[in-house]
Nanobody
């Protein structure tokens, strides 16, 4: 059973930093893409950043490029989201999600495993991030 457990959320001032963690279990880490999604109050959930541990390919939303960095630790089956220069509009619930991206097969093709944050199947319960102005 796929399980994703987020941690690291909290309250921070504008310009501050947080690091979110997503502990994953129940699947072969290199086969799956894992991503972070943000749901602001009253808005739809949207993709922030996604990563494949198989080839290190990543995708970032334009709104976070240069501020957020996604990384994965294969030894710990954990994906991190380092969030710097936080803004009030970054406030909301951050969800970790995963999908089977056939990573160990894709790397044989030479094509990047992750090119977007679309169509994720498995979800964590989320962690709240609040950025005060």
């Amino acid at each position: 059973e796929v399980e994703l457990v987020e941690s690291g959320g909290g309250l921070v001032q504008t310009g501050g930093s947080l690091r979110l963690s997503c502990a994953a279990s129940g699947f072969v880490f290199d086969d799956y893409a894992v991503g972070w999604f943000h749901q602001a109050p009253g808005k739809e959930r949207e993709g922030v950043s996604c990563v494949s541990s198989a080839d290190g390919s990543t995708h970032y939303a334009d709104s976070v490029k240069g501020r957020f960095t996604i990384s994965s630790d294969k030894a710990k089956n954990t994906v991190y989201l380092q969030m710097n220069s936080l803004k009030p509009e970054d406030t909301g619930v951050y969800y970790c999600a995963a999908k089977n991206a056939a990573g160990t097969v894709m790397i044989l093709t030479g094509r990047p495993v992750v090119t977007s944050c679309d169509d994720y199947d498995f979800w964590g319960h989320g962690t709240q991030v609040t950025v005060s102005s």
